[in-house]
């Protein structure tokens, strides 16, 4: 089944797709981590997106479609994730439009409900390996040794837009783009709420009863 999983910054949406992808062998297509890796490769769209994200706010949506697009169609019809895509209204649109042109359906729409207080713990204490991307937490998921990635040795770090000064913008953006799409969904039926509090494997297993 092919699945959108959203919800707002922080929720679990890249902890959940990694065991999705590890458990159920599904792509997984996370337009913040193709944002990265444009960044870090200093690609055009890399150094235009860069200061976008470090400020929390979007990218646009003609940059975003045109990058989801490719992306689908580098999966050659494996079921996927679709992780911070859509964001707004206008991708989704423009999703329905690449899914039929591609010859694929959308299962269903996840929505990972986390209350704000527990976003700002969540994020701001959020760590990630520069090299592999593994995600840590200060106080949930700490490294084995300070600063260290357990799985690579790569280096241990925080995410500029996971700094507080900008994690307010981010949520800002989340309120008044994203949040609508709860609404868009539900009204194609495809739409389902999850509860994202409890540990991962709790939050797992609530999203896995929705993929039959
Ligand atoms: P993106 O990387 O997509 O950021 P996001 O949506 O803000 O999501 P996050 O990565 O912050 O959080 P997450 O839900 O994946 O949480 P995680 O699992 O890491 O996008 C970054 C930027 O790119 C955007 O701001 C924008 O500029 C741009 N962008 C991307 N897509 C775009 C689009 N479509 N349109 C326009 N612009 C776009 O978990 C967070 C922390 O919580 C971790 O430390 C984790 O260990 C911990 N945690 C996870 N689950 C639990 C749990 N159950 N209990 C306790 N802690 C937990």
Redesign the pocket.
């Given at each position: 089944m092919n699945i959108v999983l959203f919800?707002p910054?922080?929720?679990?949406?890249?902890?959940?797709s990694a065991l999705l992808v590890e458990r159920k062998s599904m792509g997984h297509i996370?337009?913040?981590?193709l944002?990265?890796e444009a960044v870090k490769n200093q690609t055009p769209l890399g150094m235009k997106?860069k200061a976008?994200?470090d400020a929390?706010?979007?990218?646009s949506?003609d940059v975003?479609i045109g990058m989801v697009d490719e992306a689908l169609q580098r999966l050659k019809g494996k079921s996927f994730i679709l992780?911070?895509?859509?964001?707004?209204v206008p991708?989704a649109e423009a999703l329905e439009k690449l899914l039929a042109s591609q010859g694929l359906k959308l299962g269903k729409a996840l929505f990972?409900e986390v209350p704000r207080a527990s976003l700002l713990r969540?994020?701001t204490?959020?760590?990630v390996c520069q090299a592999c991307g593994a995600?840590?937490?200060i106080d949930?998921?700490p490294t084995r040794k300070e600063g260290v990635c357990d799985v690579c040795g790569g280096a241990v770090v925080q995410r500029k837009?996971d700094h507080e000064d900008v994690i307010g913008t981010?949520l800002e953006?989340y309120d008044k783009s994203t949040s609508p799409l709860k609404k868009y969904f539900e009204g194609r039926g495809s739409f389902s709420e999850i509860d994202?509090?409890?540990?991962?494997e709790e939050?797992y297993a609530r999203l896995a009863s929705q993929l039959g």
């Open positions: 919800g910054p922080g929720a679990g949406k890249g902890t959940q996370s337009t913040g981590d944002l990265r997106a976008i994200m929390g706010n979007l990218v949506d975003m992780d911070g895509f859509p964001r707004t991708q990972l969540r994020l204490g959020r760590r995600v840590y937490h949930t998921r837009d981010r953006a994202g509090v409890g540990s991962t939050v």
